[in-house]
């Protein structure tokens, strides 16, 4: 008997879309075809045309616990990856402390493995006050860096402990660590000077709104920290990912350096697709994200590079906080974190653009599942819909629109995330399945915590 049996979908796979069937055996794919009378099921799942998607890897998510449970855990978080058709999230660190050192890491890892819902990976931290554990981390299981060029915000300096470049020397030192380690460097691109030069001059002019939260970090403040990375990653031949690219000059000049040859690859985020900078004036702390929500004319020129290939993943940047947190010296929009839950919203943001005809679909798997996969070296067990693959998926409904409420999301933080209410969008998440096993189901989680596992970089030799 054969495990189960997921029948008449529309199986997206990396060539094209089937219907047919798909059958599993110990959590993977073993079979796509059409398979009904061939072979017995213990279970069968009627998928009624919708659409068969690979889960999403999600390259892009914050959880904080075991620090700040007031943010979310690794159980409320995870359900809402599930929620949002999530198979694998990729855990950037921002926790007290970062994981920098392999004792952390091991310690959010059996964390992670007490509560998570869906399977996990997590980027190990690298910074300059913690350069001589960067080959340490490396080695213990993480399928990538992460690191900042910019200080820690106001009041979170321990949460950013070993995660941040505070000047070249910094920068020049890690490097070649990371040149040693060949595993990818996933880097926030932002000019720390200028910003805090800019900030500076706008709370001395009483100009501390929603709107100068953008006006605080230009475009170029991107751009200068992306050129100053892709120099020092040239330097090292070391592999950069350039986590939500926000500017469309910033996408150019990646582009540039990868089309010289470089190994450059480019994240950008749903909410630099789909918001711009007025939803600082009409949501504040709410809307606030670093880098800062852009132009309307930004966002246009960035969807081209989403059209045309040149940006390769598309990540949430799911970023829990507390209403408290958001409300915090109201008047002064530098002192409210930056983030916001976004992992609910990514498969039907992107969805909505295949159904409007921006995009394929298979375009979109691609952006969601595939290369975020493929980038942090866990294809071809995870992103894709193939025999031997992990039986990921999440089953999508196409067509019927639906109206975003906040209120509907099981993230902790859902009392945050308002920014796209009212929206209508397609691509409903309807069932999400890890390793086989139906993990969600309409609005409902069907396993304990516990179900998901950590996921290490495949061996690439
Ligand atoms: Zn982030």
């Excluded at 996990?120 to 299981?141: C, D």
Aim: glycine share 8%; net charge negative; hydrophobic share 40%.
């Amino acid at each position: 008997m054969v495990e189960l049996l997921i029948r008449d979908a529309n199986v997206v796979m990396e060539d094209g879309i089937f219907r047919g069937d798909v059958a599993v055996e110990d959590g993977k794919i073993i079979a796509i075809g059409k398979l009904d009378d061939t072979m017995k099921y213990e279970k069968v799942v009627d998928a009624g045309g919708f659409f068969l998607l690979p889960g999403g890897v999600d390259p892009h998510f914050h959880v904080r616990y075991p620090s700040h449970p007031e943010r979310g855990t690794f159980e409320s978080e995870t359900k809402a990856a599930a929620a949002g058709g999530v198979t694998t999230i990729i855990e950037h660190p921002i926790s007290l402390p970062p994981q920098y050192s392999k004792e952390i890491l091991m310690a959010r890892v059996q964390a992670a493995e007490e509560q998570c819902i869906v399977d996990i990976a997590f980027l190990g931290a690298a910074g300059g006050e913690k350069i001589e554990y960067i080959r340490e981390v490396g080695e213990a299981g993480i399928v990538g860096y992460k690191t900042f060029l910019h200080a820690a915000p106001e009041g979170r300096d321990k949460e950013f402990v070993g995660l941040t470049m505070k000047d070249n020397y910094e920068l020049y030192k890690s490097f070649q660590e990371f040149k040693q380690s060949g595993l990818p460097v996933s880097a926030h691109a932002e000019d720390n000077d200028l910003i805090s030069g800019l900030i500076k001059e706008s709370r001395a002019k009483g100009n501390t709104s929603g709107i100068d939260h953008a006006k605080t970090r230009p475009s170029i403040t991107e751009v200068l920290a992306v050129e100053r990375l892709i120099r020092f990653g040239k330097e090292n031949k070391v592999p950069l990912y350039l986590v939500h690219i926000s500017t469309p000059e910033a996408a150019r000049v990646a582009k540039a350096a990868r089309d010289a040859g470089q190994e450059i690859y480019i994240e950008t985020c749903p909410h630099y697709l789909y918001l711009n900078e007025q939803a600082l004036i009409e949501h504040n702390a709410y809307a606030k994200c670093n880098p800062p929500l852009r132009s309307a004319e930004e966002v246009a020129q960035l969807w081209e590079f989403i059209i045309d290939g040149t940006i390769d993943t598309i990540g949430s940047d799911h970023s829990p906080f507390t209403v408290e947190e958001k409300e915090r010296k109201k008047e002064d929009i530098f002192v409210a974190p930056s983030g916001f839950p976004g992992v609910e919203f990514r498969f039907p943001l992107m969805m909505s653009a295949v159904k409007e005809g921006r995009i394929t679909l298979l375009r979109m798997v691609e952006l969601l599942s595939t290369n975020p996969s493929k980038i942090f070296g866990m294809y071809p067990k995870k992103g894709a819909i193939r025999i031997g693959s992990d039986a990921d998926f999440a089953l999508v409904d196409l067509d019927t629109p639906y109206v975003i409420n906040h209120k509907d999301c099981l993230t902790h933080a859902k009392d945050i995330g308002m920014i796209y209410d009212g929206k209508q969008v397609y691509g409903k998440v309807l069932k999400t399945f890890v390793r086989g096993e139906m993990v969600y189901d309409m609005g409902e989680i069907k396993v304990e915590p516990g179900f998901g596992q950590w996921v290490k970089r495949e061996k690439t030799e």
